[in-house]
């Protein structure tokens, strides 16, 4: 069984930068494409990027590119969030997510596994 476990989150100043990182573990934590999703009070979750195994492709929602950048380390099996330039509306629950495939994929309905989330707060 495949767990994902979210660490990282906190509270940060408009402007600054925070680093998410997902463990993955368990038989099967293997190749499998990740991805990072977020949740604010009142909304939906949504799509904040993605990436491949092993990491060549990656998917940036649109309000993030730029700022955001995922990675993964396949030897560490773990999966990092660098966020930058951070807005207050950046904040939000984000939660780790995996696929039962390799290729990137930008809708919650493509991933079937979650972690927990962890929250990150920025203030104006």
């Known amino acids: 069984q495949v767990q994902l476990v979210e660490s990282g989150g906190g509270l940060v100043q408009a402007g600054g930068s925070l680093r998410l990182s997902c463990a993955l573990s368990?038989?099967?934590?293997?190749?499998?494409?990740m991805g990072w999703f977020r949740q604010s009070p009142g909304k939906e979750r949504e799509f904040v990027a993605a990436?491949?195994?092993?990491?060549?492709?990656?998917s940036y929602s649109r309000s993030v590119k730029g700022r955001f950048t995922i990675s993964r380390d396949n030897v560490a099996h773990t999966v990092d969030l660098q966020m930058g330039s951070l807005k207050p509306e950046d904040t939000a629950v984000y939660y780790c997510a995996g696929r039962a495939s390799q290729a990137v994929a930008n809708e919650e309905r493509d991933f079937v596994l979650w972690g927990q989330g962890t929250q990150v707060t920025v203030s104006s």
């Open positions: 368990g038989i099967g934590s293997t190749s499998l494409a």
């Open positions: 990436i491949s195994w092993p990491g060549r492709s990656t």
